[in-house]
């Protein structure tokens, strides 16, 4: 409970802050009064059952008691409205940081089954943790502090009855401790599994087509998402079975508490330790006790829950950011000419990927890189656009390292397009405008020619304004790659880093790959993971990668009577395409 508090604080920004305390105080102030309110029930009820009734007393006593809950009442109202204000600090401080944070982690970490547990995390996670402070806090507090205020009264009244509450107390916070610890163990697996299925649902929706193409929608054994839907439906009832356990044994540690409180009581009362009137209100004060306590015992699986959630968020803020130069503007590039030095990467820490590579592309140039699937073509292209950091070596743009330039520096000296084309659910002029935001129409029509996306343009009904859907749904592969090159070229970078599909494309979509290529090698440092022979004849200099190394350089005639692997590859896709033609 505490350790929520706690998290909390550090959560929220200042102003949050601010009002968590006001309201903490103001409900630790509700709970006190709500205590001492049940404890004035005794004298009041001493001075009714004792003749003569004092008249005098009678009305002190009572107007003692309309004061507290008067005064409880007051503070429960600041306290609710200051819970929905901290809530809402919690919303936008959480979305804000979350978002921030996001944004500054390496590209790298958003892959596998990421997505289902943020999209879930931004979503139920954050209204779960904005529930701590506009519902539930008041109960746990209220629930804490009211008991605790009637134990403390109670030993006025008798200690050994005093003493009877606090053993109680003890059991029952032990009772209650079990109880959130199970939900916690179980919440943690249910949360995991509810975050895998909506990464499963979103891949389901997504790969309609080969679900289907392969017939395997009705066959479940095929389906992940079956599985994990399985295993989801598990995890949630062992959730919702331990903690009903908990819960049994928590109500249960309280009847037995209460009971023992009443006997107890009760015996002194019958052997004259304690008056008839003192056993009445002892009597009353442990059935009111009753209300708050029961309360947070039916609410501690929901704080448990909502205390996960901010366990997760925090987990998340804590996975560190690529590092950033505490001053990104001092590297000032000196031209765009490319070089890496001893360059040794895995993802993950998992098995080396680019195995120690040294070359120098010189700026200007345009260079081909081509090897076996898998050789790591694609992973030098993400280490040069800085989207992980090396494990070993350095990578550097115009003479200063990509980590010294920061990933905005990286960002404006280099354009990408790769292979998985993204992009956003807007327009396509919103696309290519991400680029530059200030290009006018003429510019957008002049990348549009150069990147034959013109022609798409004017087929489509709306244009420039056609909407591409949910990750350019709308739109065919090589379309979607017209409007990442024809982006590319708008965004008139130094560097241009291109990764070409590996699939096959229809003459128009070649050719127009094939004119923008030409056209951005143009004054740039160009480097094409490339797949077409036409790109790699076209190429400066050429570099073979085999299992993360560069096994051979050189253009493309030296490297045709060198006769080593490239000699072969050619000599491989020229067969095949010729056979291909035929
Ligand atoms: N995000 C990733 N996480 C873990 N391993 C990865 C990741 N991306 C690629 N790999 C692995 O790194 C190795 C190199 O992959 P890369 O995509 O760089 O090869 P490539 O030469 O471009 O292949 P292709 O020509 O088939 O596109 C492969 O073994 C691949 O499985």
Known sequence: MTTMIRYLFELLDERGRRHLRIM???QAGQGVLQGVGFLLVVPLVATLTTPPVGWGALGLWLGAVVAAVAAHHVLLAWSTSLGYVVGTDVLTSFHERIGNHLATLPIGWFGGDRTGPIGRMLGKGTMDVANIPAHLLRHVVVGLTAPATMIVGSFLLDWRIGLAFAAGAALCA????L???IVRRNDDDYERDIGVTASRIVEYARQQPTLRAYGVLDRPEMGTLEESLVRQEGSQSRLTIRGAWG??????????????VIALTVALTLDG????AVMIGVLIVTLRMLDPISQLGELAGLVQVNADAIGRVRKLLAVPPLPEPAEPNRAEPAGAGIELRGVRFGYDGGPTVIDGVDVEIPAGSFTAV???SGS????LLKLISRFFDVDEGSVRIGGHDVRELGSAGVSRLTAQVFQDVYLFEGTIADNLRMAAPDATDADLDRVARIAR???VVERLPDGWHTRVGEAGSTLSGGEKQRVSIARALLKDAPVVLFDEATAALDPANEAAVAAAVHELARDRTVIVVAHRLSTVVAADRILVLDRGRITEQGDHEGLLTAGGTYARFWNERVRARGWQLR
């Not at 790591?376 to 992973?379: D, E, I, L, N, R």
């Open 24 to 26: 903490l105080v103001a």
């Open 174 to 177: 032990l009772a209650l401790r």
């Open 179 to 181: 109880l959130m610890v």
């Open 247 to 260: 819960m049994i044994a928590f109500f249960g540690t309280l009847q037995l508490v209460v009971t023992a």
């Open 273 to 276: 330790t304690i008056a008839v």
């Open 370 to 372: 081509v090897g076996p």
């Open 376 to 379: 790591g073509k694609s992973t």
């Open 453 to 455: 996306l013109d022609e």
